[in-house]
C-alpha cells in the first residue's frame, strides 16, 4: 500500500511536469534582446515520457494486486451451512431457514439476504450450477478490470493506513512546492547566468569609456579591454585557484581536475548555496562554449598537468619566455608611455617611492600575455618546444581553456568599445576599434602593419590559388536620398542604399567544397558554419569646413609621418562625426551580389554635406573600401509636401523602420527611375543633388502644387 501511494504522488508529479514541458517546448518562441530559457529537446521529452508511462503502468499494477486480494471467495455451502454433498431437498430446507432469519422484512441484513440468495441459485438452477462448477461463481466467469481511479483504501483509509497516509500526502504536497520552487529558481539562475555571459559589466563599460578616446591605437584598446575590473576580477581568482592547486598537488600528489576547473562542488567560504549554484552554471557553460571554439571535445583535455609542478609541462610562463625572445614581451603600450597622444598621465608612485608598473601586477602581466601572445600566435603556434610538448602530452590544459574563455570575453569587450565609439560619435575611434578587431581574429600584430599584410595575402593566394582569392569589396552604387521624394530635407529619415559585390565568393566556394571533399568532410553542413562580418562606418562632414582641414592639414616640412597622421586624425574627429556604425554578417559563402538599405537621421541644418562611407572587414586585412557621398539636404521649412497618391500602403510607417535588405540585385543602379535622386560619378565621390523642379516637394512661393 505504500508503495502504490509514493507511485501515485510520482505519477501525479511528473506527470505535471511532462505536460507543462511539452507546452513550452510547442509555444516557445525566440526572441530578439530576451534572454530565454532553452526548451527540453523532443529525444529528452521522450524519453521523459517513457518513465511516466512505466510509473503509471507499476501504479496500476500495484492497485490490481491490491484490489485482487481484497475480492471475498464465493462459497455458496458455507453460506447456507450445508454440506458439500447436500442434495436440492437439504439446500432448500437450509435457504428457508435462513431466508427467515435474514430477510429484510424481517429486519434482516439486505446484502447477507442477497448472498443467501445468490447460494441456493448456485446449488438449485441446473445453469447456475454449471456455471458455479466451471467458474466458481453463479453468474459465470468473473473479469477483474483495473481502474485507475483512486481505491477505497486509498480514500477511506482507517487505522495505522490513515495516518501513513497523512503524512504520505504531506510529503508529497511539501515535495510538490520545493520542487516547483526549486526548478522555476534554477531557470531564473541559468539565464542570469547566461545573461551575464552574454553582456558586459556596467564597470567595464565605464572602465573603457573613460580610457579609449581618438588618440587610442590599437593596442591601446587591447590594454583597457585587458585591464577591465572583471577580467581582472578573472585572472586574480584564477592565480589563487592555481597556487591552491599547486599546494595540494605537492601535498598528496595528485588532484583531479577534470572538470576544467580547481573549484569546489560545493559552497566556499562566504559563498550562499545560490552563489554556488550561479558559479557551476557558468563554469559547465563556459566549458561547452569553450568546446564548441575549440573544435574539439575541451573535456577530454588533461587539465592535471600544471606548469611549475609537473616537470617539462609549458604553459603561460613559457608563453611569456618566448614572447621576449620574439621582442613583444614587455608590450609597448601608448597611453602609459609619455609624450604619444594617447598618454593618461604619470601612475602614482607606489611604497618604494618609485612608479607603479602596472604590468607588475599579476593578474594585468596574466592578461596582457594572453592578449599579446594571440597577436603572435603565427610564431607560438609553430614553434617546435610547443609541437614537441603537444606530442608528450605536456601542455597546461587548464591554460590553455583560460586562454580560450579570455578570448571570448575580448570578444564581447570590443563590441562594448564599439558601442562607446557611436556614443562618442567618433568616427577615427570606431575604424580603429574594428580594425584592432581583425587585427586580434587574425593574431598578427596590425591591421595595417605591412609584414602582417604581407603574410595574409601569401597565406590566403596559397590557400585559394593566387590574387583571385584575396577577399574585397566591389562597391557598385551608393547613394543617399529620402524615399518618394526628390531632395533631402532637415531631419528627413533618409536611407543609405549600397549595393555591393563579394568578388572572392565564388573562389572561397570552389576551394571550401574542394577541401572538404579532399578531408571527407559534409560540404554542405561545412558551408553551412561560414560567417563573414563587414562593418559599415558612415561619418558626415560640413563641407564648409574643407578648406579648414586642408589647410591644417599642411604641416611645416620635417614633421614625420606619425605626426602628420595624428594631425590629420585630429582634425577629423573635430570636423566629421560618426552617424551609424552598421553589421553586415555573410552567412552564404557563395553569395556575390548583396545590396543593403540602411535607414538613419538627416541632419538638422541645412546645407552641402559629405557622407564618408567606410566598408571595413574583421575578418581579413587590407580589403576596407571608402567612399564619399556628397548630399545638399535643403531647409524643411522652404518646402512643402505635396498629396500625390501613390498606391502605396502604409509609407509614413515604412520609412520609420530601419531595413536591411541582403537580397541579391540585378540592377546596378536607378537611373531609370524617375523619382530617384539624380547622381554623377565623379571617381571616388558620389554627388546626389536636389532637382531644380519637383513633383512631389515645393518650394514655398515658387507656385501651388497640382
Known amino acids: 500500500m505504500p508503495i502504490a501511494a509514493i507511485l501515485a504522488m510520482i505519477t501525479i508529479i511528473s506527470s505535471i511536469h511532462l505536460l507543462y514541458a511539452l507546452y513550452y517546448k510547442i509555444t516557445f518562441k525566440t526572441e530578439k534582446g530576451r534572454i530565454q530559457q532553452e526548451p527540453r529537446s523532443w529525444s529528452s521529452l521522450t524519453k521523459k515520457a517513457l518513465v511516466v508511462a512505466a510509473v503509471v503502468l507499476m501504479y496500476a499494477y500495484c492497485v490490481g494486486q491490491i484490489e485482487q486480494g481484497n475480492l471475498e471467495v464465493f462459497n455458496p455451502h458455507e453460506i447456507l451451512n450445508v454440506g458439500m454433498s447436500a442434495n436440492v431437498t437439504v439446500v432448500k430446507r437450509a435457504y428457508k431457514k435462513l431466508s427467515l432469519k435474514h430477510h ?99 564597470m567595464d563599460m565605464q572602465h573603457l569609456a573613460m580610457g579609449i578616446n581618438q588618440n587610442s591605437t590599437s593596442m591601446d584598446i587591447l590594454w583597457w579591454v585587458a585591464t577591465t575590473p572583471e577580467n581582472v576580477m578573472i585572472a586574480k581568482n584564477r592565480i589563487e585557484d592555481i597556487e591552491k592547486a599547486k599546494k595540494q598537488r605537492k601535498e598528496d600528489g595528485g588532484l583531479d581536475m577534470s572538470a576544467g576547473g580547481w573549484a569546489d562542488e560545493g559552497p566556499g567560504d562566504g559563498e550562499t548555496r545560490e552563489a554556488a549554484q550561479q558559479r557551476k552554471i557558468k563554469e559547465e557553460r563556459e566549458r561547452k562554449m569553450v568546446q564548441a571554439m575549440a573544435g574539439k571535445n575541451v573535456g577530454s583535455l588533461s587539465t592535471e598537468k600544471i606548469e611549475g609542478v609537473d616537470e617539462g609541462v609549458i604553459g603561460i610562463e613559457w608563453v ?112 580603429t576599434i574594428v580594425e584592432t578587431v581583425a587585427m586580434y581574429k587574425m593574431g598578427v600584430k596590425g591591421a595595417k602593419d605591412p609584414a602582417s599584410i604581407a603574410w595574409f595575402k601569401k597565406s590566403i593566394m596559397a590557400q585559394y590559388g593566387g590574387p583571385s582569392g584575396l577577399p574585397s569589396i566591389k562597391l557598385h552604387t551608393a547613394t543617399i536620398e529620402t524615399e518618394d521624394e526628390d531632395e533631402v530635407a532637415c531631419n528627413d529619415v533618409c536611407t543609405l542604399k549600397i549595393d555591393m559585390e563579394r568578388t572572392h565568393a565564388k573562389i572561397f566556394t570552389e576551394k571550401k567544397i574542394e577541401l572538404c571533399q579532399k578531408q571527407g568532410l559534409n560540404a554542405q553542413e561545412q558551408l553551412s558554419k561560414y560567417r563573414e562580418m563587414w562593418w559599415v562606418l558612415v561619418s558626415v562632414k560640413d563641407k564648409k569646413l574643407k578648406k579648414v582641414s586642408q589647410q591644417s592639414k599642411q604641416s611645416p ?11 590629420e586624425d585630429h582634425e577629423e574627429s573635430k570636423s566629421k562625426s560618426l552617424v551609424l556604425a552598421w553589421p553586415i554578417v555573410v552567412q552564404q559563402i557563395d553569395k556575390e551580389r548583396m545590396t543593403v538599405n540602411i535607414k538613419f537621421r538627416a541632419p538638422a541644418a541645412a546645407g ?59 540592377s546596378d543602379s536607378d537611373d531609370d527611375d524617375s523619382n530617384a535622386a539624380k547622381t554623377k560619378d565623379d571617381g571616388d565621390v558620389v554627388v546626389v543633388s536636389s532637382p531644380k523642379s519637383a513633383d512631389l516637394r515645393q518650394r514655398k512661393g515658387k507656385g501651388k502644387a497640382s
Request: charged share 25%; glycine share 6%.
Open 557 to 567: 616640412g620635417g614633421k614625420s609621418a606619425a605626426v602628420k597622421k595624428l594631425l
Open 320 to 431: 611569456r619566455t618566448v614572447l621576449e625572445e620574439l621582442g613583444a614581451w614587455p608590450p609597448k603600450i601608448p597611453c602609459l608611455t609619455k609624450g604619444s597622444a594617447s598618454y593618461v598621465g604619470a601612475l602614482p608612485n607606489g611604497p618604494d617611492g618609485k612608479p607603479i608598473d602596472l604590468l607588475a601586477s599579476p593578474p594585468i602581466r596574466r592578461n596582457m600575455i594572453m592578449m599579446i601572445a594571440r597577436l603572435n600566435s603565427m610564431r607560438l603556434n609553430t614553434h617546435p618546444v610547443l609541437q614537441q610538448a603537444a606530442q608528450k602530452g605536456l601542455i597546461d590544459g587548464a591554460y590553455f581553456q583560460e586562454s580560450l574563455k579570455f578570448r571570448m570575453k575580448v570578444s564581447l569587450l570590443f563590441e562594448a568599445c564599439l558601442r562607446v565609439a557611436t556614443a562618442s560619435k567618433n568616427i577615427v575611434l570606431a575604424r
Open 608 to 666: 552641402e554635406y559629405t557622407f564618408t562611407l567606410d566598408i571595413k572587414s574583421q575578418e581579413f586585412l587590407d580589403c576596407d573600401l571608402v567612399k564619399d557621398i556628397v548630399v545638399n539636404v535643403v531647409d524643411e521649412s522652404t518646402i512643402e509636401k505635396t498629396e500625390v497618391n501613390y498606391g502605396l500602403e502604409d509609407e509614413e510607417n515604412k520609412s520609420k523602420s530601419v531595413v536591411v535588405d541582403d537580397v541579391d540585385s540585378d
Open 104 to 202: 429484510p422484512d424481517k429486519g434482516g441484513d439486505a446484502a447477507t439476504f442477497q448472498q443467501i440468495a445468490k447460494a441456493y441459485k448456485a446449488l438449485s438452477d441446473p445453469e447456475s450450477i454449471r456455471n458455479y462448477e466451471k467458474y466458481g461463481h453463479p453468474d459465470g466467469p468473473q473479469t477483474a478490470t483495473l481502474s485507475f481511479a483512486a481505491p477505497d483504501w486509498l480514500l477511506n483509509p482507517t487505522g495505522a493506513t490513515a495516518g501513513i497516509l497523512i503524512l504520505m500526502y504531506i510529503g508529497m504536497f511539501v515535495g510538490i512546492i520545493a520542487y516547483a520552487w526549486r526548478y522555476f529558481n534554477s531557470a531564473d539562475v541559468e539565464a542570469k547566468v547566461k545573461a551575464d555571459s552574454q553582456s558586459v559589466a556596467q
